[in-house]
Structures are given as structure tokens and as C-alpha cells.
């Protein structure tokens, strides 16, 4: 099952967390990741993935203008798939589940499966997606992993049966 990774990042924040979720993720048996800026994505690859992770870095308590720009203007269908996110900010209460939930709402009208895992399953509850202060602390980087590690595993689930 491919997990595609697509998200901004100016300063190497999100892009860090990004390759948290990659590792997180791939702890499910079967599932292959790509990691891919929006500036250099893998439409073949998008493709074929049944989930999708956005990563944003949080701008004036929302999402960032670029990942905003990228996602209003690509052609990519992204219509059926999963679509989960997470988000970067300086500061405690900056904005990142704000920014979390403006993606969310891009990813219905994309006509995709929005999913947070939530807290389903317990402590770490996830409750919009995986937040990180800068590139995150040791606990909230270990929150990234389980929070990819989950999605992977009920989709895969969801999938197969
Ligand atoms: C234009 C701009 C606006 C920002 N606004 C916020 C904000 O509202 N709240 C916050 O906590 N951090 C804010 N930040 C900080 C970034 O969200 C944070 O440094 C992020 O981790 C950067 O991600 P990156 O390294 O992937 O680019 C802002 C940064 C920039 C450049």
C-alpha cells in the first residue's frame, strides 16, 4: 500500500516531521512511502497512493500560502483516497490545529476521506492530526510516528478486510 507525503516547508521543520511520518508509517508490513515537497512531486506515485499526509507549516494561525496555492491549483485527482494531516508551529496554541482543520476542510471538497484517527485508540489521542512545535520534541515526534503508524494500519485494514 503506498503513503504519499506531500507538504511545504521554507525553513526544514515540516520536512522533518514528514520523514516522521514516513518512518512511522512504514512500521506497517506492506506499506511504501514517498515523502515529496510540493515542489517536486511524484504524480505516478500519487497516483497509486490510497493515503495522503499534507504537512504545513502553521502562517498567522493557518495553513501556509504555498501549501494553500499548491492545493487550489493542482490537477491532481486526489478524489477516494485518505487524506490525513499535520502541521508545524513556533509557538503552543499557534495555530497548527487550525491549520490542520483548513486543510481537512480542502480535502472534502477534493472529494477525499478525511482522517485523524482521532482517540480511538487511546493516549496519544490525535485529535485533527500530528502537531510539532518547530521539528518537535522527543514526545511529540514519538506522537507523529503512532499517529502515521495508526493510519497505515486501518486503512491497510479497511482495504483488505
Ligand atoms: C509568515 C509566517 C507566519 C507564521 N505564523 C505562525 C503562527 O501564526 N503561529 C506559530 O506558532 N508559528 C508561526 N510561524 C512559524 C512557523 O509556523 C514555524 O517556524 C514552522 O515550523 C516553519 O516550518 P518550516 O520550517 O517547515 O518552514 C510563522 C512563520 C512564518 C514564516
Not at 516547508?9 to 508490513?29: P, Q, R
Not at 477516494?80 to 481537512?104: M, Q, R, S
Amino acid at each position: 500500500m503506498k503513503i504519499a507525503i506531500i507538504y511545504h516547508s521554507e525553513t526544514g521543520n515540516t520536512d522533518h516531521v514528514a520523514k516522521l511520518v514516513a518512518k512511522g508509517a512504514e512500521k506497517v508490513e506492506g506499506v511504501e512511502t514517498k515523502c515529496m515537497s510540493i515542489n517536486d512531486v511524484d504524480t505516478a506515485f500519487l497516483e497509486e497512493a490510497k493515503v495522503v499526509f499534507f504537512g504545513t507549516p502553521t502562517y498567522a494561525g493557518s495553513y501556509s500560502w504555498q501549501m494553500k496555492k499548491w492545493l487550489d491549483t493542482c490537477k491532481l485527482k486526489f478524489a477516494g483516497k485518505v487524506g490525513c494531516v499535520f502541521a508545524t508551529e513556533n509557538f503552543l496554541g499557534g495555530g497548527a490545529d487550525h491549520a490542520e482543520l483548513a486543510i481537512l476542510s480542502e480535502l472534502l471538497v477534493k472529494g477525499m476521506f478525511a482522517y485523524s484517527v482521532g482517540a480511538s485508540e487511546g493516549l496519544p489521542y490525535t485529535h485533527f492530526g500530528a502537531v510539532c512545535i518547530k521539528d518537535g520534541t522527543e514526545e511529540q515526534k514519538e506522537r507523529v510516528e503512532i499517529f502515521a503508524e495508526r493510519v497505515a494500519k486501518n486503512v491497510k485494514k479497511m482495504i483488505n478486510g
